[in-house]
């Protein structure tokens, strides 16, 4: 498991690890969202996923996340893992978990933390069926 | 004249057909100007639900120019998560 | 680990073990509250808690909070496990997984069982203090 | 006369001294006449935030019945998590 706060690679995602490594006793909540990849999209088998990024703008901007996040919602901390290259169905892509001595912010702040990575990182996945594959949301 | 690179990732590769290109680093180039110039040279850019620019990896507006030496990057719209 | 969906004991919790058990590969998103114990209320250093229930009214009355809470926020499946007896600072006293195709019904649905449980469950918590102990809750 | 058993949770252990108590189980007995005998018997219920009675492991309103072999429940609010 890589140990940093922010990181994008292709090791596989440990939540578990991330809530051990990070938690503190002031804690009195951690909320972790894993986003694993689905064996299936509007009905259609997916055989796997290829994530890519642009790996320094994407660091830099989930660090900038993640600054404005602690801020946002007072929260402690955040930890942002995403993976890189080929993610089969059932495995993890993306794990965020948020430790907070209240438990709504670190609800709120986790939520808040997807929303925006989804929108804003420069990250980009390829869905491969059986029969193609799609750059998911490039088109409207 | 000198350059800058233009990276292209995800749909963007596929389309310029290229990881990255070197283009000339007019004077006065803005990223609008830029973003007005590859929709016209590659018409499937047209297609895309969204298509922004970063310059030396932040997001550029209209206004940001571009100069010789910068590292500009083609973002077609993000999935990641 | 306890395997069961519902569960309430003095055995320790694995987050994560039960994110691995009851994870589907249709799932698109994991949302897991962690409720751990903090080692200060209101900047008295707490030395540890204890926990109580009416355990057969506890277990029935969760699992209608969980019936209701998929049905209400259409997730696939809700985990609940809370300890009992004696939690130390730093320690996990109650896990909730909601595993879903979407996200956003994910945090809603976790969040909405943690207002629930502490609201409706009949579990209690004693907290120890270097000079006394206090039910917590029990006075306006 | 036939009884029903009324167990003592949390603070309600300390209040009442007792785990469990037997009480009386007279005709027509309603949770909301057990409750204001408890809280006559028990002034201390007074000062807690909130009292509540679960009747076989349900919560109780005003009227729900108290019949003997019942088992009924004092909850002092509540505060798991």
Redesign the interface.
């Known amino acids: 498991m890589n140990q940093e706060r922010i990181h994008i690679g292709r090791h596989r995602l440990d939540?578990?690890g991330l809530?051990n490594l990070y938690?503190?006793?002031?804690?009195?909540?951690?909320?972790?969202?894993?986003?694993?990849v689905?064996?299936?999209t509007r009905e259609r088998e997916v055989l796997h996923l290829d994530?890519?990024?642009?790996e320094?703008?994407?660091v830099?901007t989930l660090e900038q996340l993640r600054e404005k996040t602690m801020r946002k919602f007072g929260v402690r901390d955040v930890v942002i893992h995403?993976r890189l290259g080929r993610v089969l169905?059932?495995h993890a892509?993306?794990v965020v978990v948020v430790f907070s001595?209240h438990?709504?912010e670190?609800?709120e702040a986790?939520?808040y933390v997807?929303d925006r990575?989804?929108?804003?990182?420069?990250?980009?996945?390829?869905e491969a069926f059986v029969d193609g594959e799609v750059?998911?949301?490039?088109?409207? | 004249m000198r350059e800058f690179a233009l990276l292209c990732f995800g749909i963007a590769r596929d389309i310029t057909g290229q990881r990255m290109l070197q283009r000339p680093a007019t004077p006065g180039l803005t990223a609008g100007e830029l973003q007005q110039t590859l929709l016209r040279e590659y018409p499937d850019f047209q297609t895309l639900a969204s298509l922004k620019l970063a310059v030396n990896q932040s997001y550029a507006t209209e206004d940001t120019p571009i100069a010789a030496g910068d590292e500009v990057a083609i973002i077609p719209p993000v999935s990641g998560g």
């Not at chain 1, 994530?51 to 642009?54: G, L």
């Not at chain 1, 990575?117 to 390829?126: H, M």
Request: hydrophobic residues 40%; aromatic residues 10%.
């Open positions: 939540t578990e809530q938690s503190q006793p002031q804690d009195g909540g951690i909320v972790a969202f894993t986003g694993t689905r064996n299936a994530f890519e990024a642009y320094p703008m994407a830099h995403h169905p059932g892509a993306v001595a438990r709504k670190a609800f986790c939520a997807m990575l989804k929108k804003e990182v420069p990250i980009w996945k390829k750059w998911v949301s490039a088109h409207p």
